[in-house]
C-alpha cells in the first residue's frame, strides 16, 4: 500500500476514536485486540491469537436481555479474579445480539449474524473456544453454580496446556510502548508498520499512545458524570419515597430543594463535558497531524 493510501486508512481510525462509542470501564473494545480483554473486533483478535499462540473465546452473547448472560457476567466475566486469569493468556471476543441497537457498531451486526450462522449458534449465552490456528476445542455454556473457577477450570481442560503468563511492564513508560506496539499490529501489516515507525520520530512515538487510546478515557470520563447524575436522582428518589407518606411537606420542601441541586449538576457537567469533547478534539488533531507526516 503507498503511503498515502496508508494515511487514510489510519486517518480513518483517528476519526473512529472521536465519533464512535468508545470504552468505558467492562464494555468492549471496539477496535483492536489485546489479550484479556474483551473486543468486538473479531478480525484482530483473531490475528491477535494466531500471532501470539493464544487460544481464542468467542462469546455469543444477548447483552440486554438474555437472563443468563446476565448471569454469567456478573458472576464470571466482570470479576477481577477472571480478569487476571484472562490477562496475557486469552483473546476474547464478544459477539452480542442486544434487542436494542446500541452497543453494537452497525458494521458488525451482519458479521456476528453470519459468525452465529458459521458455529451453528442456537441458544444464548455460548462460548467457543478455540485454539491459535482456529480449530474448535470445544463449547461451554451458562449454569446455576456458575464461578470463575468453574468455569476457568473447565476452560483449561478444553485448552490442555494455557500459555504463561507474560511478565509485567517494569515501568509505565513500557507498558506505554506495549500498548502502542498493540495498536499498530492491530490496524497495520508489516510492510505498514515499518513505514509507519521510520516516519515518526522517538518523541512523537512516545506521544501517539495517549493519543491514539484517547478515546476510551475520554468516555469513560462522560460515563462517570452520568453516573453520578443517575445516583444523585435515584438517592432522592429514594428519600421523597420515605418522606413522603410520613411528612408531604417535608417531601415538598425536599423535591424543591433537590430541584435546585440538580440544576446547579446539570451545569456543572455542562462544564465538564464540553471541556472533555474540546479535549478530544485536540487529540484527535494531533494524531491526524501525526499521521500526515506518512503523505
Known sequence: MKLRALSIVLLAAAASFASAKKDVPGA????????????QDYDAAVALSKEQGLPLMLKFTGSDWCGWCKLMEGVVFATS?????????VVLVTLDFPRS??????????????????????????????DSEGKELGRLGASRDASVDKFTHDFEALVGTMPEKKAAAPAAAAATEDEMEQWIRSHLSLSQQKAFREKLSDSERAEFPSL???GRDLDAALERLAQERRKFVDDVQKEL???SPADPDAAKARK??????LKELDAAQAVRTAEIKAERERKRARLQELLRKLN
Open 28 to 39: 468492549p473494545a471496539v477496535k483492536g485486540a489485546v489479550a484479556g480483554r474483551w473486543t
Open 81 to 89: 479474579e477472571f480478569e487476571k486469569w484472562a490477562d496475557g493468556r
Open 101 to 130: 441497537s446500541d452497543g453494537v457498531p452497525r458494521e458488525y451486526r451482519e458479521r456476528n449474524n453470519r459468525l452465529a450462522a458459521e458455529h451453528g449458534i442456537r441458544g444464548y449465552p455460548t462460548y467457543v473456544v478455540k
Open 212 to 214: 491514539a487510546f484517547a
Open 241 to 243: 419515597s420515605e418522606l
Open 256 to 261: 424543591e430543594k433537590a430541584l435546585a441541586e
